[in-house]
Structures are given as C-alpha cells and as structure tokens.
C-alpha cells in the first residue's frame, strides 16, 4: 500500500468536488481529488453517441468495470428490493453527472427550507433561503446562469442573472401565446448555459444533444472548475475508487484507502477529508467504513447514512400541435410553468414544475423508432416516407412534470451483500418507493397538464404509462442541528467526525421541485468559504 498526503482530500470529481477544489487550491491548499472513472474526451462521447443507435443519456460514455454505474436501460448496477424500482442514473466518470445533466438551474423557493413550519410535512432544513441567497448568486457566477431578471419564479432575487436568457423557441412562444389569457405562465428556465460568450466557452449553437453531451461547452459541466483546480495545483487521480474511510479511536479521519483497476490498494492521509462522490456512492462508501468504534458506519451513529433517498419523479403528457414547431433545434428545454411550486396545496400534495420540453416525443416515445416503425407499417417509404415523417415530428411537444418527495427513512441505500463489481466493491441495493403525497400531485399535474395542451390545441394527446427518473439523487446524508436525525450541520461537518464534510445533494432534508444543481453548487462553495475560514 503506498502512502501520500495532501491537505484536503476530496472522493469526488462532480460539481462539489471540483467547486470546492477550485476554491481552496485557489488560495494555496494542497487538494488531491479522487476519481472513480476516466477523464471523457468530449470528441470520442460525441463520436460515440452519434453511431448509437439508442440515445440514452449514458449513451456517449463508456463504462469502466472497475467504475460502473447505472444506465436508463438494461442497467443491472442497481440492486432493486423495493417496492418499486429506483429509476435515477449518473456518471462515475471526471466532472460528474454534469456532463450529461440538462443545465437547469433554478433556486428552491423559501418554503422549501421550511417544510415542517410550513405543512408540518417533513423537516426543516438548519439554515433558511435567506442564509443561501448571496451563494446562490456566486454559484450563478461561476456556472453561468443565463436568466429573465423580469420573471418571477418565487425566489428573490438581490442580483441580476450574469448571463442574459436563452430565447424561447418556437414552442415555447406559441404556447406563451395560446395560454397568454390563462394562469398557466410561460416562464425562461435559467440555465448554466451561455446565451453569450462567457468563461472563454461560445454561447449555445442549438446542436440539441445537451443530453447526454454538449460538442462545445456552452453548457456547464463541472471539468470546467475540476480543470481551474488542476492550473491552481490541485492534484486529480482519475480510476481511484475509494472503498474505505479510516478513523483512528477518537473519531478523527486520518485517510481515504482506494483501489485501481488492478485491485492494488493506495491510500492517502490528509487533515480534512471532503466526501462529494454523490448522494448514493458517498452513503455506501461510509457504510462500508464499518470499525470497532463505529458498527454502523463512518458518521452514522445517527443511523440516517443511506436514509431517505429522493428524486423528482417525471410524469409525462404529450401531444401533437396544430402547425409545426420544428423541435430539435435547440437546448432541450428552455421554458416552464413554475406556478405549482409554491402554495397551501402542499399540505395535502406535492409541489411540481411543468417544462416544456423542445425535443418532440424523444423522451416518452424514446426516440423516432416508434413513429418510423408505425409510418412503415402504414405503406410509407421513400419520398413519402420523409414527408409524413417530418410532417409529424415537427409537431410533436411533450410536457415533464418534476414532482417532489417528503423524506422518508425507508428509501435507502445499502451496499449489497450479493453483489461485486470486478475489483471487489459492493453494489448499492436500493429500496424505494412513492407516497400518496407525491402520487397525488402526479394526479392534479395530469389534468393542469392536459388542460394546457387543449387550451393550446394540441391534439393526439397522451399520457406516459409510468414515472421516470430525474436523475437527481438526493437525501441519503442530510443536514440538520440535531446530531441524532441528521448526518452534517449547516456546515457540512459530520456530527460525528470534525475533519469529515461530506458535500452535494445528499445533504439536502427535503427536495423541493428545483433541479437540485445550483443548490449544490450554492452550498458546495458556502462551505468552501468556511473551510478556509475555520478548518485550514
């Protein structure tokens, strides 16, 4: 076993990670970070999700054996044991799901920290929106937020977006207009996505394939600061799966041990030990930390590691408008409805956020394969095969309702018992399932949804049979003041270790209905910023 040192150690290469790299290497701290996966090269993920003929999310990536991680299809990474599947995916590769996320970046609104003062439904978070705001504007900064600083989204806002909005298309203009005399509100999505040149990065081109892989960074992913780290001294050790956390008697981290792909074992010690691996590798790397002083874990004498797994379950309803909108020309989605994440109602059901999606029937139908196949079963081929193709395609909008989740300690992550990846780590077992909270709001989000696509009439209209993943895995660590319900305290310490901070979306108590990344990256850098002020 080779031994090194390094200030801070960080498991973890996402959005946190590098964020957190970034700032601290920026002022002189020695930071290694360890990466589970390869270092993607945008040109082969582009090469590769263009000869696929299944284009999923993962599509563009290759998966390492010593590394592997869940797919939208075919995946057997996860062990399901739950009443129902555990629909998510990620990356496990250098700069994170980031390279195949959306680009979204909305801010919780005030009541989402306050859900149990509010609809005493779930807990409240330690700190309040107003304690997030000026980190969420830093976030905004260093992302690239582009925003309509004339919209209200229910988050107030001190500053104005650094970046202005990216325009609505086509089909987002035509249902502003169809639905301008109604309650439903045609919104722009902010997104760490350049509507101008910023951070030496072109502005978007409408190339259409944000996910999996944008061809020319002007959607955010997080090598973009995991690269600034590295220029500022930080060191990368890229197919480093970390396995075990070290703690000597008194509870003090003295270092992350990790494999290679060869199975040899390395380890490094350091004074602080940041752990930003995502909601479910980071709870199964501390629940495989088991020692004779901690049983259950690293930092779960809580017993909440790996509790309360959450997503945003997707709901879909779809349909075909009138005259054409010629989707696919654009980032896949760049509108919303953000009406139905605040209210009373939220006693009784879950908040939601209706997008507007711009890429047809992509995402419920799965591709062109369904329409193509129905347009060959009809006689069409050639000339005539094109027409009705493109006569139909340009008409097709999807509507994806984002819905939240209370808390709840039975969603949970374990490492699996059964089942190893080729160097001898466990597998996440997952158990999940829906409450009435959330499938009641999958009810009321079917009829707002249908309700917009008839006053804008649409018709063929459908409703996707099942929920879908978001791909936005949180929970699992959360933060609170009271060391025996929570993991972390409003600063991301561990309750039970000093020098341990474990960072990203685990750490959040509830889910809201916003896309969680500029929340992670708010708190990433809020933590940052204390870790130079009190821990180094």
């Not at 419920?364 to 006689?379: C, H, K, R």
Request: hydrophobic residues 35%; aromatic residues 10%; proline residues 6%.
């Amino acid at each position: 076993m080779s031994n090194n040192y390094s200030d801070v150690v960080i498991v973890g290469s996402g959005v946190a990670g590098s964020l957190i790299a970034y700032k601290l290497s920026k002022h002189g701290i020695k930071v290694t970070i360890l990466e589970a996966g390869t270092f993607p090269d945008r040109s082969h993920a582009m090469k590769k999700y263009y000869e696929t003929a299944i284009k999923i999310p993962e599509s563009a990536y290759q998966i390492q054996p010593h590394a592997p991680y869940p797919t939208t299809i075919n995946s057997n990474y996860f062990i399901n044991k739950g009443k129902e599947n555990f629909k998510s995916t990620y990356l496990r590769v250098a700069g994170g799901t980031t390279w195949h996320w959306l680009g979204t970046c909305l801010r919780l609104v005030p009541e989402d920290f306050k859900m149990k003062t509010n609809f005493n439904l779930g807990i409240d978070w330690p700190i309040s929106y107003s304690d997030l705001e000026e980190w969420y504007f830093k976030a905004e900064q260093e992302l690239g937020v582009s925003g309509n600083n004339n919209e209200d989204l229910g988050s107030p806002r001190k500053n104005p977006y650094p970046l202005p909005e990216i325009p609505f298309t086509l089909s987002d203009k035509y249902f502003t207009e169809c639905l301008k005399d109604t309650d439903y509100k045609i919104c722009h999505s902010p997104q760490a996505r350049n509507s101008v040149e910023f951070d030496s990065r072109p502005a978007c081109c409408g190339s259409a394939s944000c996910i999996p892989c944008c061809p020319v960074q002007a959607k955010y992913d997080a090598t973009i600061h995991l690269n600034k780290a590295i220029k500022h001294g930080a060191k990368l050790i890229t197919n480093a799966v970390a396995y075990e956390v070290v703690s000597d008697t008194t509870g003090k981290i003295t270092a992350i041990n990790y494999k290679k792909p060869d199975k040899k074992i390395e380890s490094i010690q350091g004074k602080i030990f940041i752990l930003a691996a995502n909601s479910i590798e980071t709870a199964k790397l501390l629940l495989m930390s088991k020692t004779e002083n901690f049983k259950n874990g690293i930092a779960n004498t809580s017993d909440q590691v790996g509790r309360n797994l959450a997503d945003h379950p997707i709901i879909l309803i779809y349909g075909s408008t009138p005259k054409p909108i010629y989707p696919f020309r654009s980032p896949l989605s760049t509108a919303g409805i953000d009406k139905f994440r605040i209210g009373e109602f939220r006693k009784h059901f879950a908040s939601y956020r209706i997008e507007l999606l711009n890429d047809g029937w992509n995402f419920p139908e799965g591709g062109f394969q369904p329409l193509l196949t129905s347009l060959l079963d009809q006689g069409f081929y050639g000339k005539q095969l094109k027409e009705e193709f493109n006569k139909i395609a340009s008409k097709q909008v999807s509507l994806s309702v984002l819905t939240e989740m209370l808390p709840n300690p039975e969603n949970r992550i374990v490492p699996s018992k059964e089942k190893f990846d080729t160097i001898g780590i466990p597998h996440p077992e997952i158990h999940f399932s829906l409450d009435e909270y959330t499938k009641k709001s999958f009810s009321d989000a079917t009829k707002k949804c249908i309700e917009i696509l008839e006053k804008s009439n649409c018709t063929n209209i459908k409703i996707s049979n099942n929920w879908y993943g978001a791909g936005h895995v949180m929970g699992t660590y959360r933060m609170g003041d009271n060391a025996k319900d929570s993991v972390v305290d409003k600063n991301l310490v561990t309750h039970d270790h000093k020098n341990l901070i474990l960072v990203g979306s685990g750490v959040m108590p509830t889910t809201g209905s916003a896309n969680p990344t500029l929340t992670i990256a708010a708190l990433s850098l809020r933590c940052a910023d204390f870790i130079k002020k009190n821990l180094i």
